[in-house]
């Protein structure tokens, strides 16, 4: 009986250790399963990481490599970079008492620069915001108290007041109103006359209005040029011009009674000798010169003090080759010596008496050059193409001048008009070295 129970026993433990041995063996097994199948996880996770953090380094530095560089532009006669916006510049304006030029760009602001800094390290500005929307054109009022802006997603013209501080800077004031939205196409350019009696704004279509300075409308011009590519009211205040897809370019009176009332808008006369439509044109400081710059590959200067309400056309002084392209922009300087033309990213500057090209100016900004102005002293040229604004001295304008007055000096009688005309060629000719002595930025 024992040995049986013994035997039992025996064989009960032995079929327990054969149990737990395979129990062992199996989870051997499985762990080494488990075991592999993570170290195949962590493989493919690892294979999958590699490949995604690599390229998420290309792309990273790819950003970086596409990321535009800042455009550096040096020459000579760079009088200042001004850096102050961060989009791109899309309008210039020289305030007419020669104390501030305006710009405005894509990032909502407004910029008021003192142009007595151009020549300075520093170049600071007073910024005014565009709310909910950015100014395309900005145009000063004629007593430099006041801007006019073009707004890009209002479609409408908007005032603001400049007030003077205490500690002589200013802060900006937008009208309570915007002027009524009345074109149905975009607009290329606006203005307000230097007697401040109206504001124009024409649109690419073929239309021109003619605004009151509180927003009511007075005419609508009809240009008959299948499309505008710039318009513009002359320095005197007295015309309204446009240019457009005809080889011509055509002038307005704006007529006011002698109570100030409006009267007509009456046309004048027309520029007329180009074979190709014209890019843009602009005014000597006296309305008594026009320049034109056309699809033709030239530009003309015209006399433009005539009778014409006696029937006398401007008659063409001359005709000079130039590179231009749609978006040229021109403008002459306002003591009528100097003609200046951009062409894409480059200017040229002509002689406008012999239209001799004084100076080219290359690769000045990244982009097409956007807008060209002198100021009201012939003193600088100032252009803008991305966030910069370059200015530059006039150097062939101080070179035309003194050849003039050279000219001058030979046929003088009198010796009072010889000395004078001396000391004048000797100021001069020390703006000019003043001006080629300047450090370049």
């Not at 530095?61 to 800042?70: I, M, T, V």
């Not at 975009?186 to 927003?215: H, Q, R, Y």
């Not at 602009?282 to 005539?306: A, P």
């Not at 300087?333 to 090209?357: E, Q, W, Y």
Request: contains cysteine; aromatic residues 8%.
């Amino acid at each position: 009986m024992e040995v049986a129970a013994l035997v039992a026993l025996t064989l009960l433990l032995g079929a327990l250790v054969i149990l737990v041995a395979f129990a062992v063996g199996r989870r051997k097994e499985e762990i080494k399963e488990e075991t592999e199948q993570a170290a195949e996880s962590s493989a493919e996770a690892s294979a999958a990481k590699g490949p995604t953090s690599k390229k998420q380094k290309q792309d990273k530095q790819r950003s970086r490599k596409d990321k535009p560089a800042q455009h550096n532009f040096s020459h000579p006669l760079l009088a200042a970079s001004l850096k102050g916006h961060s989009g791109n510049v899309t309008c210039l304006d020289f305030s007419s008492n020669g104390k501030y030029l305006a710009s405005c760009a894509d990032d909502r602001t407004i910029r008021i620069w003192s142009t007595k800094d151009f020549l300075e390290r520093e170049h600071k500005c007073l910024r005014a915001n565009v709310e909910l929307d950015h100014a395309m054109l900005v145009r000063f009022s004629p007593d430099s108290r006041a801007f006019i802006t073009w707004l890009a997603n209002g479609d409408a013209i908007r005032i603001f007041k400049m007030i003077k501080k205490d500690d002589g800077t200013f802060s900006f004031k937008a009208a309570s109103e915007d002027f009524p939205q009345k074109h149905k196409a975009p607009i290329v350019n606006i203005g307000i006359a230097e007697t401040g009696k109206f504001i124009m704004s024409a649109s690419t279509d073929t239309t021109i209005l003619i605004w009151d300075l509180k927003g009511e409308l007075l005419a609508s011009i009809n240009t008959n040029q299948m499309t505008n590519s710039y318009a513009a009211v002359s320095p005197c205040g007295r015309f309204v011009a446009s240019c457009g897809f005809t080889p011509d370019v055509k002038v307005w009176e704006v007529c006011f009674g002698k109570g100030g009332e409006f009267r007509e808008v009456a046309r004048a006369f027309d520029l007329k000798g180009h074979s190709a439509g014209v890019h843009a044109f602009d005014f000597s400081n006296d309305s008594h010169r026009m320049v034109t710059v056309s699809k033709d590959g030239t530009w003309k200067l015209w006399n433009t003090d005539v009778e014409y309400k006696k029937q006398q056309d401007p008659y063409l002084l001359r005709t000079v080759p130039c590179s231009s392209s749609d978006g040229s922009r021109v403008a002459l300087s306002p003591d009528g010596r100097v003609v200046a033309i951009s062409d894409g990213c480059n200017v040229a500057m002509f002689d406008s008496t012999t239209g001799k090209l004084e100076e080219e100016l290359r690769g000045v900004h990244s982009q097409g050059i956007t807008d060209l102005r002198f100021d009201i002293n012939s003193r600088f040229l100032a252009c803008s193409g991305d966030k910069a604004i370059r200015v530059f001295h006039n150097a062939p304008g101080y070179r035309v001048a003194i050849r003039d007055m050279q000219d001058m000096l030979k046929k003088a009688q009198n010796e009072a008009m010889k000395q004078r005309l001396q000391q004048q060629i000797r100021e001069a000719q020390s703006a000019l070295d003043a001006a080629l002595a300047a450090p370049v930025e």
